[in-house]
């Protein structure tokens, strides 16, 4: 769609180019502003899909021609997230006719503009802007639920019932997995503008999370409203009336809680509307430079809060991995880790992901056993192992142990640590044994006589009970024991919980990941966080609204990090940022050198 009028396309990684604003003082896009939008849309592949997709939802000739093709309406809702507007419909229409040039919409073809003062022009071009946005975004919904009006129950199960019988099962499942690509691959056109030497030095860790996001719906109202919560489940309310937007639910906000379950001060609140269950890319290591910037990179369809987060999150990392991305590890907080395993951290190992997680103290201390290795806080340990390093981590959260004391008792476990005899294998299965095992023996036992000789004299002894000597376990008859994916799923982690290298991980992950929340709700840009900016109810329509509001955060992101690149030579330190004085500017200067005048008469007695 390149014409003479149309500026050059800008190279690889060129996003500073773009001013990403208004001109000041005039309602025009500039130039590089639209060739980035277009950029953005060329780079997600999505028009040649949505054509086919409109073709196969087909069922007669057809009605009108189209006014304006499907991809000037793309280029136009990128340009009003990008420029920091509001994703409304009327703003893509205001962007199409009001402030794209006449070459501009030439290019595109978008029609030309109604005069200034015809009023049922304008109405007509904004019907016809949003008959297009929901036209396409219907070929992607997969809710059967009706919207924009509240039904009582009686006539919104009729309603849904109908519109379910339109479609089979088959096609609601094809909406959603349209749905999804369709969402990922925004954010992947974002992506294609980080330049391919910084792609390439991504080695894949990330953090996985879910996230709120507020519905410009009022929810739905139940009956026996007086009746106390306490006494009984919000399930046993019927519905009055469902709420104009029902695919989001409800987000109960509770006051923080600590391990043992008591409540801190605060209030609680219920909120309604969508969680987003989104991946952000995070650097592999704490000492090195960044070398790709911390952005969404993955995302699930919208769900109600509360819906199967670790299923959701599987889905997002799936996404990632099926683009091409590297898998290493992903930091999940406590939600993850207290997931069914099937739905979460089997699928992760799967994917190729090292899982990071922390743990609460109900699932502290011995939480699984095979072939008599017993599993504790994510690793495989030797019985006989002491039960005072057992509780270690439960005894420091309780405050009996101070954290000096906790870290001697860590040291002291892992001496007792069961060691994998290599990768993997492609089923998953992995090879581990005990310390004593091997011509590597870190320990001696009695049950492992190869372990009692000179080299291993003044190293750890273990000392096995009468009973397992008569009933010897596997992993002390077997110089290592084959351990299967599935065992002790739920918690493991490679990394040793607790250990320096696990705590610069997780909080590197996870602080990532919550900046990068905050960072696309920040309401002088995206405000993901103000449900005002996206009105469009439904599931589908609030995931592309969503979707378009992550991209233009990812397009902020990457902007400031190729600015920060370009502005650092190698070798160089990076440049300050800090508007505060540097403690050297107090550093007194150098005293002067007394002027010399011949050599310094001997010293005297």
């Known amino acids: 769609m390149t014409t003479d009028c149309c500026p050059t396309p800008a190279e690889d990684g060129d996003v500073g180019a773009a001013v990403l604003t208004l001109i000041p003082g005039s309602a025009v896009v500039d130039d590089a502003t639209v060739q980035l939008a ?98 396409m975004v219907e070929l992607m919904d997969p ?10 129950d009686a006539t ?73 919560l306490k006494k009984s489940k919000q399930a046993d309310h019927a519905v009055e009336r469902h709420a104009s937007d029902p695919d989001a639910g409800w987000y109960r906000r509770t006051p923080n809680s600590d ?32 070398a790709f910037p911390n952005i969404v990179v993955g995302m699930a369809v919208l769900h109600k809060p509360g819906h199967e987060p670790g299923a959701n999150g599987v889905r997002a990392l799936a996404s990632v991995r099926g683009r091409g991305y590297p898998a290493g590890y992903v930091g999940a907080d406590r939600a993850y880790s207290n997931a069914v395993p099937e739905n979460f951290q089997l699928p992760v190992l799967a994917l190729g992901y090292k899982p990071v997680y922390d743990y609460k103290i109900d699932q502290l201390g011995v939480k699984g056993s095979y072939q008599g290795f017993i599993q504790i806080e994510g690793a495989l340990y030797c019985p006989m192992i002491p039960q005072a390093l057992i509780d270690a981590t439960v005894d420091y959260r309780e405050g009996r142990i101070d954290e000096a004391l906790y870290g001697q008792r860590l040291q002291e476990r892992w001496r ?93 992950l996870r602080n990532t990941t919550e900046g990068v929340n905050g960072y696309v709700k920040d309401p002088a840009h995206e405000a993901l966080d103000e449900p005002g900016r996206r009105r ?43 508007r505060t004085r540097s403690i050297a500017t107090w550093r007194p200067a150098p005293l002067a050198a007394a002027p010399s005048s011949g050599p310094d008469p001997p010293l005297t007695a």
């Open 536 to 578: 469009i109810h439904g599931v589908a329509a609030q995931s592309v609204l969503t979707a378009l509001l992550l991209m233009a955060a990812n397009v902020r992101k990457i902007r400031s990090f190729l600015a920060a690149k370009a502005s650092t030579k190698p070798g160089t330190a990076r440049p300050r940022r800090r």
């Open 416 to 508: 007792y640590r069961a060691r994998a005899k290599g990768q993997p294998d492609a089923e998953g299965h992995i090879r581990y044994q005990c310390p004593s095992a091997s011509q590597w023996q870190m320990a001696r036992c009695d049950l492992k006589p190869d372990s009692l000789n000179m080299k291993t004299q003044g190293r750890l002894r273990v000392i096995p009970t009468a009973e397992l000597k008569a009933s010897p376990s596997a992993c002390c008859t077997q110089q290592s024991v084959t351990v299967p994916p599935d065992v002790g799923a739920k918690f493991r982690q490679e990394l040793l919980y607790g250990s320096a290298e696990w705590k610069t991980t997780y909080s590197m």
């Open 156 to 228: 919104f199960k009729e309603a849904t019932e109908h519109r379910r019988s339109k479609c089979s099962e088959e096609q609601w499942a094809a909406r959603y997995g349209n749905l999804e690509w369709f969402v990922n691959q925004l954010l992947e056109a974002s992506i294609r503008l980080i330049p391919t030497k910084h792609r390439a030095a991504w080695m894949g860790s990330v953090g996985v999370d879910a996230t709120l996001v507020r519905s410009f719906s009022r929810g739905e109202s139940r009956t026996n409203k007086t009746k106390s």
């Open 259 to 290: 391990d043992a379950g008591q409540k801190q001060a605060g209030e609680s609140r219920s909120i309604f509307g969508y969680e987003a269950s989104l991946v952000v890319s995070g650097p592999d290591t704490f000492d090195a430079e960044l």
């Open 143 to 152: 809710s059967p639920t009706p919207k924009n009006r509240r039904l009582d």
């Open 38 to 135: 277009r950029r953005l849309v060329d780079a997600s592949d999505v028009v040649d899909r949505l054509t086919e997709l409109r073709d196969a939802a087909r069922r007669g000739p057809g009605g009108r021609p189209e006014t304006f093709p499907t991809y000037a309406l793309l280029v136009s809702m990128a340009l009003c997230v990008i420029t920091d507007q509001h994703p409304h419909i009327k703003r893509f229409c205001d962007v199409m006719f009001r402030q794209l040039t006449p070459n501009w919409r030439a290019a595109l073809g978008i029609p030309d503009p109604p005069a200034v003062n015809d009023t049922r022009g304008w109405r007509g071009a904004y019907r016809n802007v949003r008959s297009r946005f929901h036209a």
